[in-house]
DNA sequence: GTCTATAAACCGATAGAC
DNA sequence: GTCTATCGGTTTATAGAC
């Protein structure tokens, strides 16, 4: 589980983190608050005492977290792919399939830390719902930098970043259903019919 | 919610449609077995005398019914842009873009009926996570035909059907949480583009 | 097969001692 | 700020009358 490594310090922290970990694997409501504590080794008032909002709060600050960790994985799979190929659409074609051998390597547990949570809360947290929105358009601000960085026009980088997360999204889903990297495989090569399109157009 | 409006004829098919429809919504764990013979109208011990395997085999159940009905839905959106347009990559631009403003019908609630389920779960019941998979697999076959139709070659069929399915579930993922049609319109250029990658290189 | 009552465990949340 | 005990309600599942 690389990016949950860190050594906690503060118990609001341990719960945050343990709290993300758990949302990431098992779900909102299928996650118990019980279990967030005995799994951060913090007393059970504790939580309380830290999110007066309650398990909804929680979920949403757990959120947050987990997209911050979650774009340091990616911007690294991105830096890691960058010293094979300096071509955009072979770099994200590297990324997707990086992307596949990471789910694998979980055994198809660990996909978008955030994902299974925003499905389920959307329709029923506003607080859950907005931090999952606010999220993923961090996320896209870092691929449209990225694409930029590539010499993506402006007009067409956020259009990218959709695209690339939509792909991933959707090829997380068919793969740990079908425990399989196919999907990852498709999208990657997906991504780079999208960039080639757009590439070729200006 | 079309599809779900047929008459509901045995107690069985009552309690899986009413099952499908809340596991839908609200997702498996966020879903109670009071609450489906609640709404289903029925007496609370009959889910465990139609379904001996619990919670578990009911959602089972209710994902292969899901599939079914929304596999007739996506045929009748393919219907209804056919009446519109001939040319495969204007069509399936026409769809996302349906399924948008289904979605935004729905007040952002509504998308894929089993992806929430799916997530949830196919880490933790491996009956839930084959149902989602043959369900999956199955729209993979109908949408590969219909390409087919449509003068795909076979060999890209199956790899166009898998990069629509993983836009679509992607989009509408990104759209509940943005509450925007957006992602499901990129999506759909996205689809485009993928669609004439493939005809432009045979 | 239908339906009710209830078991046994767990849920989120709180009170209050320390 | 830490920790325990507990409340009231809910969960899945079962027992057993009809």
């Given at each position: 589980m690389p990016g949950y490594a860190g050594k906690m310090t503060s118990t609001r922290e341990r719960i945050i983190q343990t709290g993300a970990r758990l949302f990431w694997r098992q779900g909102f409501p299928g996650t118990g608050m019980k279990q967030i504590v005995a799994e951060a080794d913090a007393p059970f008032g504790s939580v309380y005492h830290f999110f007066p909002g309650g398990k909804e709060a929680l979920g949403a600050e757990a959120v947050r977290w987990s997209g911050g960790q979650y774009a340091a994985l990616v911007d690294a799979a991105f830096a890691d792919a960058a010293t094979r190929t300096n071509d955009l659409a072979t770099l994200v074609v590297d990324v997707f399939v990086a992307a596949g051998e990471a789910v694998r390597a979980s055994e198809w547990a660990d996909?978008?830390?955030?994902a299974t949570v925003a499905l389920e809360m959307s329709s029923v947290s506003e607080p859950i719902r907005l931090a999952c929105h606010d999220t993923f358009e961090s996320w896209l601000a870092g691929l449209g930098a990225r694409f930029a960085a590539h010499g993506v026009v402006e007009a067409a980088q956020r259009e990218l970043a959709i695209t690339f997360l939509t792909l991933l999204e959707g090829a997380f889903l068919l793969a740990r259903t079908s425990r399989s990297v196919e999907p990852l495989h498709v999208a990657g090569t997906a991504m780079a019919a999208s960039i080639r399109a757009v590439v070729t157009a200006t």
């Amino acid at each position: 589980m690389p990016g949950y490594a860190g050594k906690m310090t503060s118990t609001r922290e341990r719960i945050i983190q343990t709290g993300a970990r758990l949302f990431w694997r098992q779900g909102f409501p299928g996650t118990g608050m019980k279990q967030i504590v005995a799994e951060a080794d913090a007393p059970f008032g504790s939580v309380y005492h830290f999110f007066p909002g309650g398990k909804e709060a929680l979920g949403a600050e757990a959120v947050r977290w987990s997209g911050g960790q979650y774009a340091a994985l990616v911007d690294a799979a991105f830096a890691d792919a960058a010293t094979r190929t300096n071509d955009l659409a072979t770099l994200v074609v590297d990324v997707f399939v990086a992307a596949g051998e990471a789910v694998r390597a979980s055994e198809w547990a660990d996909a978008c830390p955030i994902a299974t949570v925003a499905l389920e809360m959307s329709s029923v947290s506003e607080p859950i719902r907005l931090a999952c929105h606010d999220t993923f358009e961090s996320w896209l601000a870092g691929l449209g930098a990225r694409f930029a960085a590539h010499g993506v026009v402006e007009a067409a980088q956020r259009e990218l970043a959709i695209t690339f997360l939509t792909l991933l999204e959707g090829a997380f889903l068919l793969a740990r259903t079908s425990r399989s990297v196919e999907p990852l495989h498709v999208a990657g090569t997906a991504m780079a019919a999208s960039i080639r399109a757009v590439v070729t157009a200006t």
